[in-house]
């Protein structure tokens, strides 16, 4: 029995929106629904004080990953693109290791939200750089981004590396523990803040639905439909970069959420980024969210970094999408 597109995407909607619901139930212990809304009662407290900002944060975060991986696949032509494509995440890595590496002596009156502010400043360095790299030499090229991008995201790696290497023992764990990824200790009023920033990129993502769909056929054919192109690789670029650099300064650089998403749901509806964009953003929050119940709970008492979760079945997802690729001769 075969689902319209329409069924499907409200079936993703409806079942993200559940088990988003569900997960903040469970954990080292199983709460009861019927103690949530007891006053003074401890299971009530861990709910709403830990699991419940924790899920959300967990459902935004993969939203707007996945988001940006959509984007970039399509910007780019190729399912392998990921939101760390661009370097991104390895510029907000440097900020936030720069950070560590000076025990916030230059952020003391930012207290606790010192290190969302230096990564956010390293994102948006690593994004400036590959602007200005792209327009100085091939306008506003695809390709040249792409180059751009892996060669900005290899030398702030490597800046990253060599900061950890300058750090003491005690602060080059801290930079180890953040580039892991981990949802743990995330300050609930930076909650409001980051649904701000992934519901205005999906707003902007949602607005351009039809020209991501020309882009994605080519750029000579989305001219020739009025496409001002190099405007709207803007707004995509910008849009997309600026919820990954959010999401990786609270709660690190977690990969392959960005590759995985998008990929699955283009697989069970098509390229149609009208129906891809709350599909991917609904499938993308839902996963994480059971990614990060699944680090809470493998070595319970003891937690995972959610980015090792995600990377250990995004390696074999990596291999099993460049194998199809090559088998069928077509990226999407």
Same mark, same amino acid.
């Given at each position: 029995?075969?689902?319209?597109?329409?069924?499907? !995407?409200?079936?993703?909607?409806?079942?993200?929106?559940?088990?988003?619901?569900?997960?903040?139930?469970?954990?080292?212990?199983?709460?009861?629904?019927?103690?949530?809304?007891?006053?003074?009662?401890?299971?009530?407290? *861990?709910?709403?004080?830990?699991?419940?900002?924790?899920?959300?944060?967990?459902?935004?975060?993969?939203?707007?990953?996945?988001?940006?991986?959509? !984007?970039?696949?399509?910007?780019?032509?190729?399912?392998?693109?990921?939101?760390?494509?661009?370097?991104?995440?390895?510029?907000?890595?440097?900020?936030?290791? !720069?950070?560590?590496?000076?025990?916030?002596?230059?952020?003391?009156?930012?207290?606790?939200?010192?290190?969302?502010?230096?990564?956010?400043?390293?994102?948006?360095?690593?994004?400036?750089?590959?602007?200005?790299?792209?327009?100085?030499?091939?306008? +506003?090229?695809?390709?040249?981004?792409?180059?751009?991008?892996?060669?900005?995201?290899? +030398?702030?790696?490597?800046? *990253?590396?060599?900061?950890?290497?300058?750090?003491?023992?005690?602060?080059?764990?801290?930079?180890?523990?953040?580039?892991?990824?981990?949802?743990?200790?995330?300050?609930?009023?930076?909650?409001?803040?980051?649904?701000?920033?992934?519901?205005?990129?999906?707003?902007?993502?949602?607005?351009?639905?039809?020209?991501?769909?020309?882009?994605?056929?080519?750029?000579?054919?989305?001219?020739?439909?009025? *496409?001002?192109?190099? !405007?709207?690789?803007?707004?995509?670029?910008?849009?997309?970069?600026?919820?990954?650099?959010?999401?990786?300064?609270?709660?690190?650089?977690?990969?392959?959420?960005?590759?995985? *998403?998008?990929?699955?749901?283009?697989?069970?509806?098509?390229?149609?980024?009208?129906?891809?964009?709350?599909?991917?953003?609904?499938?993308?929050?839902?996963?994480?969210?059971?990614?990060?119940?699944?680090?809470?709970?493998?070595?319970?008492?003891?937690?995972?970094?959610?980015?090792?979760?995600?990377?250990?079945?995004?390696?074999?997802?990596?291999?099993?999408?460049?194998?199809?690729?090559?088998?069928?001769?077509?990226?999407?």
């Amino acid at each position: 029995m075969k689902f319209s597109p329409g069924f499907k !995407v409200a079936a993703i909607i409806a079942g993200s929106l559940a088990v988003t619901a569900a997960s903040p139930f469970f954990g080292l212990s199983i709460i009861s629904p019927s103690d949530i809304f007891l006053p003074d009662h401890p299971d009530a407290e *861990v709910f709403w004080r830990l699991r419940a900002p924790r899920a959300c944060a967990a459902f935004l975060a993969g939203a707007g990953l996945s988001l940006s991986g959509m !984007v970039f696949q399509a910007f780019f032509r190729n399912p392998l693109a990921t939101p760390f494509t661009l370097g991104v995440s390895s510029g907000a890595s440097f900020g936030a290791s !720069v950070y560590f590496y000076i025990g916030g002596t230059l952020f003391i009156r930012l207290g606790g939200v010192g290190p969302l502010f230096a990564s956010l400043a390293g994102a948006g360095l690593s994004m400036s750089l590959v602007w200005t790299i792209t327009r100085v030499k091939g306008g +506003f090229s695809t390709v040249i981004m792409l180059l751009a991008g892996v060669v900005i995201n290899f +030398f702030f790696s490597s800046l *990253v590396l060599f900061v950890q290497y300058l750090s003491d023992s005690h602060d080059s764990l801290r930079i180890m523990h953040w580039l892991m990824g981990s949802l743990a200790g995330l300050e609930t009023a930076r909650l409001a803040d980051l649904a701000f920033v992934i519901l205005a990129g999906l707003v902007v993502i949602r607005l351009m639905a039809s020209e991501i769909d020309l882009l994605t056929a080519g750029e000579e054919l989305a001219a020739s439909r009025g *496409v001002r192109v190099g !405007v709207a690789k803007l707004k995509i670029f910008l849009a997309a970069s600026i919820m990954v650099g959010s999401v990786v300064s609270l709660a690190g650089p977690i990969g392959f959420v960005g590759l995985m *998403v998008p990929h699955a749901c283009r697989l069970t509806l098509g390229w149609s980024h009208r129906l891809l964009i709350p599909a991917v953003f609904f499938a993308g929050g839902c996963f994480l969210v059971l990614c990060d119940l699944a680090s809470r709970v493998i070595l319970a008492p003891a937690e995972i970094p959610i980015g090792i979760v995600t990377s250990m079945l995004g390696g074999p997802f990596f291999l099993w999408t460049l194998f199809r690729s090559q088998k069928t001769g077509d990226l999407f």
